[in-house]
DNA sequence: ATCGTTAATCGTCGATATTCGATTTAACTG
DNA sequence: CAGTTAAATCGAATATCGACGATTAACGAT
């Protein structure tokens, strides 16, 4: 990475220079968090391990409609995964992206 | 807070249970991060300590009144502050509110 | 095969974001 | 005071979001 012309410095910008973080990357990952509703979707999932749609239905008094809209947002964001299970589909985080999201917000 | 019964568990849970954050102040600090630009401003602003508007314009091929936009929505997320200097504003990062950010999504 | 349940998708509407050029405001300079 | 520079604001065009009800799709059970 960086170049391949290692005369010098060979390791040191890779270690002491962490690149700036694309810009779009971070946003979009915090367009997942960018409305009240998929924060407290997610605070739901890290509370309870794991949820059914139709759990996160009833306790967030919106349509059905649009919580599978954020649902679908926040997977697209990565930001969570859902696993189908006969009709219903079990939605959980996504740790690593989780993760990501953490250190992308820490570089600032 | 939390009450004045104070009867049975004067201390316990607010000290046990940090209590689940507020959705909406998690969503207004993401929303300050949800745009490519907002995050390129922020991340020019830790670049360097501050900044002066004209500099970011000059960087970030947008028109200097949507730059002026994103300063905007930057400060009322209270992200950033900017300190008038003569005919030139200088920004920089408030890194108090960034801190809170940091902490809010890291309770995820 | 048909029904009932669960979730995703579609279509639409109003609200809000994003961008730009043009104008205005503010402050220094000669 | 007139002129210059810097930044904010205005106004308008376009795009995207967020919400909903209605419909469709997927699956299990009878």
Same mark, same amino acid.
């Given at each position: 990475?960086?170049?391949?012309?290692?005369?010098?410095?060979?390791?040191?910008?890779?270690? #002491?220079?962490?690149?700036?973080?694309?810009?779009?990357?971070? $946003?979009? /990952?915090?367009? *997942?968090?960018?409305?009240?509703?998929? !924060?407290?979707?997610?605070?739901?999932?890290?509370?309870?391990?794991?949820?059914?749609?139709?759990?996160?239905?009833?306790?967030?008094?919106?349509?059905?409609? #649009?919580?599978?809209?954020?649902?679908?947002?926040?997977?697209? $964001?990565? /930001?969570?995964? *859902?696993?189908?299970?006969?009709?219903? !589909?079990?939605?959980?985080?996504?740790?690593?992206?989780?993760?990501?999201?953490?250190?992308?917000?820490?570089?600032?």
């Amino acid at each position: 990475m960086t170049t391949s012309t290692t005369s010098c410095c060979p390791t040191a910008d890779a270690n #002491t220079l962490p690149p700036i973080p694309d810009p779009e990357a971070i $946003a979009r /990952l915090a367009w *997942g968090l960018a409305h009240p509703a998929r !924060v407290r979707i997610l605070q739901l999932l890290v509370e309870r391990q794991a949820c059914i749609c139709g759990e996160i239905v009833e306790v967030m008094d919106l349509a059905q409609s #649009t919580i599978s809209q954020h649902l679908k947002i926040l997977k697209e $964001a990565g /930001l969570i995964k *859902g696993e189908v299970n006969g009709p219903k !589909v079990c939605y959980c985080i996504q740790r690593e992206t989780l993760e990501t999201l953490k250190r992308l917000i820490g570089s600032l």
